[in-house]
């Protein structure tokens, strides 16, 4: 008897629900928006209710964090809650407070820590844009060709590029956000706060179906690896 339980199996089984964390910063947190519409409660609401999916959503969120603060908390934040997917979506405050390649050196640390000690799946996220005309550091950054211009060409693409070179799965929020303000430029005010930064409560459901069936995607590859 005390051998069978030495050996017995710690794999997932088919009936422990799998566990998506979502490591970021505040627009992950979402503390500013009301119960059932941060982002988080719109991905698990997608993926239990509509794709009736058995999973559960661990908000990992913390406001003002930058890759360099999420990789300090990666163990308690990320690892100690085993988890079978893990989008990480960093990039806002790392545009005032890291360098470009800082912000690539943390990056790549985390993916690296949760590839050797998790068996999680990574979704990389790059941040919703900023409103240049409403943030506090739109003036600091114009003469660098705009706050948001400056974080795309200098943050995100570093997230694109980590994607490219771990071969990783990239939920472009920035650039699917940036189209719909292209076609109508009055929805930064609909989809952002008047900060200029953070998401609204409608902004945080577009945000969701943007990126709830790429997190489905993952779930359902991660079941069907462990059916086999």
Not at 11 to 37: H, Q, W, Y
Not at 155 to 179: E, N, S, V
Request: with cysteine; proline share 4%.
């Amino acid at each position: 008897m005390v051998l069978l339980l030495l050996c017995a199996p710690t794999a997932r089984t088919a009936e422990r629900a799998s566990i998506v964390v979502m490591f970021g910063d505040s627009t992950t947190l979402c503390s500013r928006n009301k119960p059932g519409a941060k982002l988080t409660d719109y991905i698990q609401a997608y993926l239990t209710q509509t794709q009736h999916l058995q999973t559960t959503v661990v908000n990992s969120g913390k406001g003002g964090d930058t890759a360099k603060g999420g990789y300090a908390r990666l163990q308690e934040a990320v690892l100690a809650h085993d988890p079978d997917v893990v989008t990480i979506s960093f990039g806002l405050n790392d545009t005032g407070k890291l360098t470009p390649d800082e912000y690539r050196e943390w990056m790549e640390k985390i993916v690296q820590v949760i590839q050797q000690k998790s068996r999680a799946k990574i979704l990389l996220v790059t941040s919703t844009p900023f409103n240049n005309a409403r943030h506090a550091w739109g003036k600091q950054f114009s003469t660098k060709g705009g706050l948001d211009e400056y974080m795309d060409a200098n943050i995100c693409m570093q997230a694109r590029k980590l994607a490219r070179k771990y071969g990783l799965p990239i939920c472009d929020l920035h650039g699917y956000f940036r189209g719909k303000f292209k076609k109508d430029p009055a929805l930064i005010d609909t989809l952002l706060m008047p900060d200029g930064v953070h998401v609204t409560d409608e902004g945080n459901r577009v945000a969701a179906e943007y990126l709830a069936p790429m997190i489905a995607t993952l779930i359902s590859g991660s079941n069907a690896r462990e059916k086999q």
